[in-house]
């Protein structure tokens, strides 16, 4: 299976803020719409087909009252009580069906795949599928699957006519997520077993007094740290446990950091 980042899901009180904050920071963020049977709506900030969404509610009795398959992100944001912040990772496949194959193959719990659609606020309304899977010993939630009902070149091509996909004023494009973790060579081996990718070699990052590695990923990569000191991962870990905890971007203009809403955000040169 050929797996690409998709996206990350920062859950936020209101997606409107994120709009601004990331203005301010030079980075184009719109109004994504509603996921009408779910009680959920968002905003979204593309780097080509890398992209953040700020989800967020508009009926928490809707959420709640939602049957929602298990491993799903809905399920974490319920149980995380809408604690602002980053949640889970989706990554895309052109073959979800293939995929609940080779999950199950790997011995990891599937549900789905399930049909989803969000309604835009010009009307128009977008599809796809989404697949959870789960490991019942592992810590950090696995990323879900995404399938889009159009190819990447056609999804590329409205977003750009939608002016959704646009140069970002501060030259920025997406690098990676950070994720904290307990038991880095554990973690490490497994995601990239699951994943059937490469991880690269492991370092210490003095910045967040961790030992880190990666997870090389079309689209965005994937690198786990593990704190060996007092420092950012350490307290990640303290205040939300296994989760992301940081999202890169590049720039070839500056470099600059700030938290938004629960998140940090980090820009670094080319």
Not at 22 to 32: D, Q, S, T
Not at 106 to 135: H, Q
Not at 210 to 217: D, E, H, N
């Amino acid at each position: 299976m050929r797996f690409t980042f998709d996206h990350i899901v920062h859950f936020v009180e209101e997606p409107s803020k994120a709009i601004a904050i990331f203005k301010e920071n030079g980075i184009h963020a719109v109004e994504g719409g509603k996921h009408l049977n779910y009680g959920t709506y968002n905003a979204l900030s593309y780097f080509d087909l890398s992209y953040i969404e700020f989800l967020s509610t508009y009926d928490r009795d809707l959420l709640e009252r939602t049957k929602h398959l298990k491993n799903s992100f809905f399920e974490t944001v319920v149980r995380d009580r809408y604690k602002e912040g980053f949640s889970r990772v989706a990554i895309r496949t052109t073959d979800i069906e293939e995929a609940a194959h080779y999950f199950r193959k790997k011995g990891l719990t599937v549900n789905g795949p399930v049909p989803m659609n969000r309604k835009r606020p010009d009307g128009s309304v977008i599809e796809w599928k989404l697949l959870y899977i789960g490991d019942e010993d592992e810590g950090l939630e696995l990323p879900f699957i995404i399938q889009w009902n159009e190819s990447d070149e056609d999804r590329r091509n409205q977003l750009t006519e939608k002016k959704a996909i646009m140069p970002h004023p501060a030259g920025t494009t997406f690098s990676h997520v950070n994720f904290a973790v307990k038991d880095l060579k554990n973690t490490v081996e497994k995601w990239s077993n699951w994943l059937d990718l490469k991880a690269g070699k492991e370092f210490i990052n003095e910045d967040l007094q961790a030992r880190c590695q990666t997870i090389q990923l079309p689209g965005g990569n994937f690198v786990f740290c593990c704190p060996i000191g007092d420092g950012i991962v350490s307290e990640a870990l303290k205040n939300q446990g296994e989760k992301p905890f940081q999202v890169n971007l590049s720039s070839d203009k500056n470099e600059s950091a700030f938290e938004l809403l629960g998140g940090i955000y980090t820009i670094n040169e080319h």
